[in-house]
T-cell receptor, first 114, second 117 residues
Framework: AQSVTQLGSHVSVSEGALVLLRCNYS??????LFWYVQYPNQGLQLLLK??????LVKGINGFEAEFKKSETSFHLTKPSAHMRDAAEYFC????????????FGSGTRLLVRP | ETGVTQSPTHLIKTRGQQVTLRCSSQ?????VSWYQQALGQGPQFIFQ???????GRGNFPPRFSGLQFPNYSSELDVNALELDDSALYLC????????????????FGPGTRLLVL
């Protein structure tokens, strides 16, 4: 079975500050890991994904995430927050054995203060 | 390249009614997955269709059913609507089967927001 835990339902940062959104996963098989962003009243947009190649994954809009197997983590970071980064962020896991269905975390809402 | 589209965007139904939601997959994609996102929660997997066959199902009752058509578009049908069915319904398309890349990305549509009164 696979699962995802996102620590912190809300994260608030100042504009220009580091963004760190936490994601821990559980998987009995090699996982594929994803971060999606959801702006208000919209669908999900892929930020980045890990597919067992490089452990440090770079995505769109300056975001990156590092896969750490020993810690079963896939935290999302961005060096400097922009107001436009305010949104809901979802971490998800899938695998070859589950026909790539996505198991999502409960989400973290990022608030960016001016 | 046309992205994933869904219709309608919003829908209001009453308890006990039936609803059909539609999804057009991204060009070149042969797999469609449906998710339910209740307010304040992450999306929950309903089921997936690959080449017109159901290819995996989440923990949803049989009154949630679906179809995939030869052009890979898809419908989600919900019978006997309940108040708890109020949610955003998301459709995602991807490339599945032998040609699928590792960790094939699912591309999401904008969703259909269903309100059951």
């Amino acid at each position: 079975a696979q699962s995802v835990t996102q620590l912190g339902s809300h994260v608030s940062v100042s504009e220009g500050a580091l963004v760190l959104l936490r994601c821990n996963y559980s998987s009995s098989v090699p996982p594929y890991l994803f971060w999606y962003v959801q702006y208000p009243n919209q669908g999900l947009q892929l930020l980045l994904k890990y597919t067992s190649a490089a452990t440090l994954v770079k995505g769109i809009n300056g975001f990156e995430a590092e896969f750490k197997k020993s810690e079963t983590s896939f935290h999302l970071t961005k060096p400097s927050a922009h107001m436009r980064d305010a949104a809901e962020y979802f971490c998800a896991v899938s695998s070859t054995y589950s026909s790539y269905k996505l198991i999502f975390g409960s989400g973290t809402r990022l608030l960016v203060r001016p | 390249e046309t992205g994933v589209t869904q219709s309608p965007t919003h829908l209001i139904k009453t308890r006990g009614q039936q609803v059909t939601l539609r999804c057009s997959s991204q060009s070149g994609h042969n797999t469609v997955s449906w998710y339910q996102q209740a307010l304040g929660q992450g999306p929950q997997f309903i089921f997936q269709y690959y080449r017109e066959e159901e290819n995996g199902r989440g923990n949803f009752p049989p009154r949630f059913s679906g179809l995939q058509f030869p052009n890979y578009s898809s419908e989600l049908d919900v019978n006997a609507l309940e108040l708890d069915d109020s949610a955003l319904y998301l459709c995602a398309s991807s490339l599945g089967g032998g040609a699928a890349p590792k960790g094939a990305t699912q591309y999401f549509g904008p969703g259909t927001r269903l309100l059951v009164l």
